[in-house]
């Protein structure tokens, strides 16, 4: 499997799954461009284009991936160094906690804003800079949309994952014209800080536990399904959502 001449854009590339995908990216020869959000994690995305070892194929930018002017930002920056974009992964997030009860129109627009919004229009205008015929988009669903024992905290974030599955299908229809595929990865209980957060040892464990293989998954298993997705050995799959999972189906 190789992306050596692709260029791979996502959000959110300094931590967990997006950091793994960048690193995995570069080692199959894509070069890369990704977000962080905030300033402190400038020195970490540094450390990120160290690793890769050639700054040439490696550009880090600050960007606020839930507002359309931070992404033009972001597009733009990958297009000035790069002359184009063949794989788009909207990956930055946020997954808060809150039943109907607690649920807050600020917490509502923020987990929209970023989850669609910013996957959407991030899309959109990525898709101006794409080859002519080919290309991949690969959103980021998850697991909970389909575990039977789903909690009630999880209404916000569930429905901004919803709606990234029905854009994978109509999107899948809508660029298959142009040649682009577009999928999703919907990765089960993973060992990443935004999984951790708020969850005590026992949670932690009882999730382990769910799946047969009695672990979580790790950042660098689902980095390596979505880049069999923005592979040519993926290039009759779309309108999927890939369930990563490890058989873990709570």
């Known amino acids: 499997m190789s992306l050596t001449n692709k260029v791979l854009l996502l959000t959110g590339g300094t931590k967990g799954i997006g950091r793994a995908t960048v690193l995995r990216a570069a080692s199959l020869g894509a070069s890369v461009v990704f977000s962080y959000l905030s300033p402190n994690s400038s020195a970490t995305a540094s450390e990120i ?40 992964v909207p990956n930055a997030g946020i997954m808060g906690m809150a039943d109907l009860a607690h649920a807050t129109e600020e917490s509502y627009d923020a987990h929209f804003n970023l989850n669609v919004k910013g996957a959407l229009f991030l899309v959109q205008k990525a898709l101006h800079h794409f080859p002519s015929l080919g290309g991949r988009v690969i959103f980021i669903s998850t697991g909970l949309n389909t575990a039977s024992g789903v909690s009630p905290g999880y209404l916000i974030y569930v429905a901004t994952k919803g709606a ?11 660029l298959a014209k142009k040649g682009i595929t577009v999928n999703a990865v919907a990765p089960g209980p993973t060992g990443t800080d935004l999984f951790f957060e708020g969850k005590s040892e026992q949670i932690v464990n009882f999730l382990k536990n769910q799946s047969p293989f009695g672990r979580l998954g790790t950042p660098e298993e689902i980095a390596d399904v979505i880049l069999f997705l923005a592979s040519e050995e993926s290039k009759w799959v779309s309108g999927q959502i890939i369930r990563v999972n490890g058989a873990n189906m709570v």
Not at 68 to 83: M, Q, R, S, T, Y
């Open 49 to 88: 284009i160290t690793q890769i070892g050639d700054p040439s194929r490696a550009l880090a930018i600050q960007a606020d991936a839930s507002k359309l002017e931070e992404i033009d930002k972001l597009v733009n920056a990958a297009v000035e160094k790069f002359g184009k974009i063949d794989i788009v």
């Open 164 to 174: 990234i599955d029905q854009m994978t299908r109509a999107l899948s229809k809508d």
